[in-house]
């Protein structure tokens, strides 16, 4: 069965900083994508920004990026410039290449902005 | 905004109550799928909705049933309330089953007493 581990519970960055939060994730399978989201205290999942595993590449969205290392089975997301309004819960999720969209998620990083 | 809504907002029953959750999908999106979130944890898959048809399911016993409706709004049906099942619950909307790009709607928090 496929999991995901964030090991950091909780971080915390001043504003203008950078800051990386960490995922490690085991599957067997080949094809999947990877997901980091954004869970303000509002409760409503933001998607980030997304990674397909056959992509080299790694994924940028503005301030945010990833750093997808398949042999490692990492997904870390660099926040840049980071703004008070960063400051939510953060999800890594899996989804496996199968017929359904079932996300896979960790436990989530709590990330505090200081001003 | 996603333009995924889910009603109520939150509301609280009594331990072996059945509640009826709801969630409008997203313009054009025709598969829907439920979450579990309970504090401080990652939400858990329930069950995915793919035109009418229930078409994978997580880990959660047959008291947690769902509907899809032809305009694909959705329902989540949890029979014999337990504790336990306090919870936010998701729903998040995409095109197609297969399509990657998920939208979450706000939550229903529910409180079992």
């Known amino acids: 069965a496929q999991t995901v581990t964030q090991s950091q519970p909780e971080m915390s960055v001043q504003e203008a900083e950078t800051v990386t939060l960490s995922c490690t994730y085991d599957?067997?399978?080949?094809?999947?994508?990877l997901f980091w989201y954004k869970q303000p205290p509002s409760r409503q999942m933001i998607l980030v920004i997304r990674?397909?595993?056959?992509?080299?590449q790694n994924a940028t969205e503005n301030r945010f990026s990833v750093n997808f290392q398949k042999a490692a089975k990492s997904f870390s997301l660099k926040i840049s410039d980071s703004q008070l309004g960063d400051a939510a819960m953060y999800f890594c999720?899996?989804?496996?290449?199968?017929?359904?969209?079932?996300?896979?998620f960790g436990t989530g990083t709590l990330l505090a902005v200081q001003p | 905004e996603t333009g995924v809504t889910q009603s109520p907002t939150h509301l609280i029953k009594t331990r072996g109550q059945q509640v009826t959750l709801r969630c409008s999908s997203q313009?054009?999106?025709?598969?829907v799928s439920w979450y579990q979130q309970a504090l401080g944890q990652g939400p858990q898959f329930i069950f995915q909705?793919?035109?009418?048809?229930?078409?994978g399911r997580g880990n959660f016993p047959p008291r947690f049933s769902g509907l899809q409706f032809p305009n694909y709004s959705s329902e989540l049906n949890v029979n014999a309330l337990e504790l336990d099942d306090s919870a936010l619950y998701l729903c998040?909307?995409?095109?197609?089953?297969?399509?990657?790009?998920?939208?979450f709607g706000p939550g229903t928090r529910l409180t079992v007493t």
């Open positions: 998040a909307s995409s095109l197609g089953d297969r399509g990657y790009e998920q939208y």
């Open positions: 599957t067997s399978e080949s094809d999947y994508y």
């Open positions: 990674q397909e595993a056959y992509k080299q």
């Open positions: 999720a899996y989804r496996g290449g199968g017929a359904t969209n079932k996300l896979i």
């Open positions: 313009s054009g999106h025709n598969t």
């Open positions: 909705y793919y035109r009418e048809e229930e078409n």
